[in-house]
């Protein structure tokens, strides 16, 4: 059975830094894109940013951009989420994802078939 684990969420003040961990049982990283989503109280999921299976093509949204670096871990099954410089706005229930097809667009909630439980990140003033 297929399951994504995240770790590394948690309680930061703004401006704070936090790393977060996905590993999986019953699936290959190396085989598939990887993804972080979050979602916020009363908000639909988001992307964060998506990583292609080599890591050659990162993309990530716009209001991450520059504060947030996703990268992977083939070798040891691990996809990464490096958190810096973090806003309020910041604050959701953060979602690590795997596919294995191939889908257009590539980086979106909908390209995505295998999910973990989240991890809550909370960003105080």
């Known amino acids: 059975q297929v399951q994504l684990v995240e770790s590394g969420g948690g309680l930061v003040q703004a401006g704070g830094s936090l790393r977060l961990s996905c590993t999986a049982s019953?699936?290959?990283?190396?085989?598939?894109?990887l993804a972080w989503f979050r979602q916020a109280p009363g908000k639909e999921r988001e992307v964060v940013s998506c990583?292609?299976?080599?890591?050659?093509?990162?993309q990530y949204s716009d209001s991450v951009k520059g504060r947030f670096t996703i990268s992977r871990d083939n070798a040891n099954n691990s996809l990464y989420l490096q958190m810096n410089n973090l806003k309020l706005e910041d604050t959701a229930l953060y979602y690590c994802?795997?596919?294995?097809?191939?889908?257009?667009?590539?980086?979106?909630?909908?390209?995505?078939?295998?999910w973990g439980q989240g991890t809550q990140v909370t960003v105080s003033s």
């Open positions: 994802a795997a596919t294995q097809s191939v889908r257009s667009p590539w980086c979106s909630v909908h390209s995505f078939d295998h």
């Open positions: 019953a699936l290959t990283f190396a085989w598939h894109n």
């Open positions: 990583i292609t299976r080599s890591g050659g093509t990162i």
